[in-house]
């Protein structure tokens, strides 16, 4: 985590330096000992600096009055999703203000933390959080939950804080209370009433007819792999694709991929991994040996690498022996299966 902090009068500059040392942050200010490790001065307008910064950084703390920090950031401000957490400090730090991004962003989260470590009083403003009620995006970054359609999620939170009836079907098991106006449904299909929450690796009808879905997506399938040898990453990507419509996934659900040691140095099956930013898991044969008489084996594969079958006990295994969402599919040389992790739920907080 990534965390500047800025102050620009003697005593701001002052606070924003003990708390780089105490908290391990990078500390931008007016007055101050460059010597310090993790101090810089500032040497140009703080609004040329915090755009420089904007992106960079997971929080920017500003120890200065909120007017000056709501001017500068004001230009800057793109999405809740992208946004840093922006955070504001009184100098004589009595209270630590969450300003921006507190749900997705953190700052709701972090604002405590400071205030918790200075012995000050944090301020939320956030209606979720007032009104003691969850807040989806909360969940899902608690989660590493997906928001789908970002555009649904104020009036789920509007729906939250007014307490009428939303509806949600969860495809992870669920930890923790949910309020009393929030009613579980069993199927994606029975979410038809006016606020709806779909938590699920299908896709969905996100225009919902009946009202307002929102549509998280757990990042919670392991797919396995096997192919002959030479299959490029383009194939790859097309057989796993053609696979996810058959079965209306959304590829935004695949947490890693899984295959056999023998495939550890397929240059296709890298590239492909490497392409789509994720995880290989490399299964030992060994491992596989010990079970695959519960799935449909091939002489050719096991006169071949020595066990029977890839694609479906690398997702099993790699998925902590989890619940099988598509059993194997032969696409042109390139075998798919599809696994959802055991250990996947989703905690309310």
């Excluded at 140009?44 to 755009?51: F, M, V, Y």
């Excluded at 084996?297 to 479906?312: D, R, W």
């Amino acid at each position: 985590m990534k965390v500047a902090v800025y102050g620009l009068t003697k005593g701001g500059s002052a606070l924003a330096v003990a708390l780089a040392e105490k908290m391990d942050w990078s500390a931008f200010v007016k007055y101050g000992d460059a010597e310090k490790n993790r101090v810089t001065l500032l040497d140009r307008p703080i609004k040329q600096l915090i755009a420089e910064h904007f992106k960079r950084y997971d929080f920017l703390v500003f120890i200065m009055a909120t007017g000056i920090v709501v001017r500068t950031i004001a230009p800057l401000i793109e999405s809740k999703t992208t946004d840093p957490g922006v955070i504001v400090i009184d100098e004589k730090g009595k209270h630590v203000i969450s300003l921006l991004s507190g749900h997705i962003g953190g700052a709701n989260q972090f604002a405590k933390t400071i205030a918790l470590a200075i012995g000050a009083t944090p301020v939320i403003t956030t209606a979720t959080d007032l009104n003691d009620t969850i807040a989806f995006d909360v969940v899902a970054v608690k989660n590493d939950f997906i928001i789908a359609n970002i555009g649904a999620l104020m009036h789920i939170s509007q729906a939250m804080i007014n307490r009428d009836v939303v509806a949600l079907y969860s495809a992870c098991r669920i930890k923790g209370k949910l309020p009393d106006n929030v009613a579980i449904v069993a199927s994606g299909a029975e979410l038809n009433r006016q606020y709806n929450v779909a938590v699920t690796e299908q896709r969905i009808d996100v225009a919902c007819k009946s009202g307002y879905l929102l549509h998280l997506i757990p990042r919670s399938l392991v797919v396995g792999i096997g192919c002959r040898k030479g299959k490029t990453a383009a194939e790859i990507d097309v057989a796993l694709n053609s696979v996810l419509d058959q079965y209306g996934i959304d590829a935004r659900a695949i947490h890693h991929i899984a295959t056999v040691d023998v495939k550890r140095d397929e240059a296709g099956l890298l590239a492909f991994c490497e392409t789509n930013g994720y995880r290989l898991d490399v299964v030992e044969r060994r491992r596989i040996a010990a079970i695959e008489n519960q799935f449909t084996t091939s002489s050719f594969v096991k006169k071949t690498i020595g066990v029977g079958a890839v694609a479906e006990p690398v997702a099993y295994l790699s998925s902590d022996r989890g619940e099988r969402l598509v059993a194997k599919q032969r696409c042109g040389g390139i075998s798919i299966a599809i696994y959802r992790m055991i250990n996947i739920e989703m905690e309310i907080v």
